[in-house]
């Protein structure tokens, strides 16, 4: 547990976790996986098998848990057992596993004696000829491993066997077991004594990938594959006061009263001692004012030219979207229909885009001109029965 600052925060080891990229995650491992079994054939089970097991009895396939140590409770073991009697494979890879499972298999470990290994090198190999069990395998990344020292030779067929040895070893000197196969029921149990053959250290050293390969060859790659997130060493675990309080039944419901009354406090006293909402005056609209300072701004500059040409392109403007008249040519047509729709006369509408057409040829106007132009505009508009004048 670690208190920083009057907190408490959670702790997460990330060994053996399926999304680390770290040397001893399993993000490669998960990835091959879903290439040689499908995608679709890989299942996380991120409950306890106990939990999965109960929910699902009827599913089969290979249940695989890999871990640094793995402890089931008595009512786990018996149900992860239970489930492989009915045909179906159980593939454990620990460090260390409990006396319960071992006496029921009849099997013993003990550590392989580490003196004059001075590089902490360990050699693998596979004992299944179809395997080219003569392929040497190197790992130096463990301080101690396990093996089996006894089992029950009538019913266990050795699959694999490792040795600590000096880093240029070509061939294992003492064969100690540490991957057994067991028939159980009519399924089967495979167990293995080094999970850091699943890692992606492992196997990103070449060639151990073959080695790991060679273990899941014992998989029926045509069933699902229930991949263990539960029994990890990087699964996150709290130890938050607020946790333990809310997995503690009475104190769980003191808490929810507590909050209840605290709530129902604030509802009925903050309604009596509520403060008065002063009033917000909306934002004035200063669109016209902020029209008339830009309109002053120009005219104070001497920019005729540019005002006139402002009230052009507004005029033409709604023509086109209040009478839906196209602008680009102010032909016969274009002044037959302006006139009836705006309820002015032909000549007032020649008249007024002759000079417009004349104010569109020049670069610079008079304050004379400028004045013409607007009175035309407006002496137009007044004439018009439109709803919306400009």
């Known amino acids: 547990m670690v208190q920083q600052k009057g907190r408490y925060l959670s702790m997460e080891m990330r060994y053996y976790v399926k ?13 091959q996986l879903e290439r040689i079994f499908t995608k679709e054939n890989i299942i996380d089970v991120e409950r306890s098998p106990y939990e999965y097991l109960k929910s699902n009895p009827n599913n089969s396939g290979a ?71 003569d392929s040497i395998y190197n790992f130096d990344k463990a301080n101690f491993l396990y093996y089996f020292n006894e089992i029950d030779t009538l019913n266990t067929s050795v699959v694999g066997v490792i040795d600590n040895s000096s880093k240029d070893s070509t061939q294992l000197k003492n064969e100690h077991i540490n991957i057994i196969k067991q028939g159980f029921g009519k399924g089967q149990i495979i167990l293995s004594t080094i999970p850091q053959a699943f890692t992606n250290y492992f196997m990103l ?57 605290v709530f129902i406090y604030v509802i009925f006293e903050g309604k009596r001692k509520q403060r008065a909402i002063p009033i917000v005056n909306p934002p004035k609209n200063q669109t016209i004012a902020f029209t008339r300072t830009i309109a002053n701004m120009y005219f104070e500059k001497g920019k005729h030219h540019e005002i ?83």
Not at 19 to 31: A, E, Q, R, S
Not at 108 to 125: A, G, P
Not at 213 to 237: C, E, M, Q, R
């Open 19 to 31: 999304n680390h990229k770290i040397p001893l995650g399993t993000y490669v491992f998960h990835d």
């Open 63 to 133: 249940y695989l848990l890999i871990n640094d140590n793995i402890n089931f409770g008595e009512a786990e073991l018996d149900e992860l057992l239970d489930w492989t009697t009915k045909g179906n494979t159980l593939f454990i890879a620990s460090g260390h596993f409990e006396e319960q499972l071992l006496d029921t298999l009849n099997l013993e470990t003990s550590v392989i004696n580490t003196v004059n290994n001075f590089n902490n090198n360990y050699i693998l190999q596979l004992k299944n000829k179809s395997l080219n069990h």
């Open 205 to 261: 050293t070449s060639p151990n990938q073959s080695y790991t390969a060679g273990l899941l060859s014992y998989i029926d790659t045509s069933k699902p594959v229930y991949f263990d997130n539960h029994h990890k060493s990087g699964k996150k675990f709290f130890t938050s006061p607020l946790h333990i309080l809310l997995n503690t039944k009475e104190l769980k419901w003191a808490y929810y009263i507590m909050l209840l009354g």
């Open 308 to 390: 006139a040409q402002h009230k052009i392109q507004y005029f033409l403007d709604y023509i086109r979207t209040h009478l839906h008249l196209n602008t680009t040519t102010f032909d016969d047509d274009f002044i037959k229909h302006l006139s009836a729709r705006s309820n002015n006369t032909i000549d007032d509408t020649k008249a007024l885009f002759k000079f417009i057409k004349y104010i569109n040829t020049k670069t610079q106007i008079t304050n004379n001109e400028l004045e013409k132009l607007n009175t035309l505009i407006e002496t137009y508009n007044a004439n018009n029965t439109w709803k919306n004048k400009i």
